[in-house]
Nanobody
Framework: QVQLVESGGGLVQAGGSLRLSCAASGRTLSTYSNGWFRQAPGKEREFIAGISWSGGLTNYADSVKGRFTISRDNAENLVFLQMNGLKPEDTAVYHC?????????????????WGQGTQVTVSS
């Protein structure tokens, strides 16, 4: 069974940057679409970004468009989320997600498995 492990979270001041990474055991990520979600305390899980299995297509929530970039390194079996211009409202636990094999469907409902997440805290 696949296990997703996120890393790279931490505490950063507003305006700063972080780069999150997602690795998998039990399955190669390189043939699956992937996404990033976040969940703040008391709020529902929110779709942030998605990327097709080849990396040729990306999709972003309006709240992060222009600030966050999703990418992948299929040779290393990793998926990344580069976050720039962080705001206090970006504070949440960030989860990597897996979609379908060889899929270009990367909307909020196209993912079915999530990792445990990594905490991102942005101070004002």
């Amino acid at each position: 069974q696949v296990q997703l492990v996120e890393s790279g979270g931490g505490l950063v001041q507003a305006g700063g940057s972080l780069r999150l990474s997602c690795a998998a055991s039990g399955r190669t990520l390189s043939t699956y679409s992937n996404g990033w979600f976040r969940q703040a305390p008391g709020k529902e899980r929110e779709f942030i970004a998605g990327i097709s299995w080849s990396g040729g297509l990306t999709n972003y929530a309006d709240s992060v468009k222009g600030r966050f970039t999703i990418s992948r390194d299929n040779a290393e079996n990793l998926v990344f989320l580069q976050m720039n211009g962080l705001k206090p409202e970006d504070t949440a636990v960030y989860h990597c997600a897996v979609g379908r094999r060889y899929s270009t469907a990367i909307g909020p409902s196209d993912f079915s498995y999530w990792g445990q997440g990594t905490q991102v805290t942005v101070s004002s």
